[in-house]
């Protein structure tokens, strides 16, 4: 697919980049090599490929769901300017 110069510009205006005019011819081409490697890649026959979701068949690691620390929600709210009932008061900024 070839774009012309208008295209880059439309492109531009609807991505609200602004492109120098001496640089659209650059961006035309730099785009039309683009498009037409994913054009050759959608070409390609992969009906007898199995889709996988990685290459080397790695897999997320999980670990056990339990609570690895201990509570220490006293120990940093001493610091808290005010506290009740374990939460933080920060004073009111909404009227």
């Given at each position: 697919?070839?774009?012309?110069?208008?295209?880059?510009?439309?492109?531009?205006?609807?991505?609200?980049?602004?492109?120098?005019?001496?640089?659209?011819?650059?961006?035309?081409?730099?785009?039309?090599?683009?498009?037409?490697?994913?054009?050759?890649?959608?070409?390609?026959?992969?009906?007898g490929i199995t889709?996988?979701?990685?290459?080397?068949?790695?897999?997320?690691?999980?670990?056990?769901?339990?609570?690895?620390?201990?509570?220490?929600?006293?120990?940093?709210?001493?610091?808290?300017?005010?506290?009740?009932?374990?939460?933080?008061?920060?004073?009111?900024?909404?009227?």
């Amino acid at each position: 697919m070839t774009l012309k110069s208008s295209d880059v510009e439309r492109i531009a205006y609807l991505a609200r980049l602004e492109i120098n005019t001496k640089d659209i011819p650059a961006y035309t081409e730099n785009l039309s090599h683009i498009l037409e490697f994913v054009a050759q890649i959608d070409r390609v026959d992969v009906s007898g490929i199995t889709p996988i979701s990685h290459p080397l068949g790695a897999y997320q690691r999980l670990r056990p769901d339990e609570v690895t620390e201990i509570d220490r929600r006293e120990d940093f709210q001493v610091n808290a300017p005010s506290v009740e009932a374990g939460v933080y008061l920060v004073p009111k900024v909404i009227e």
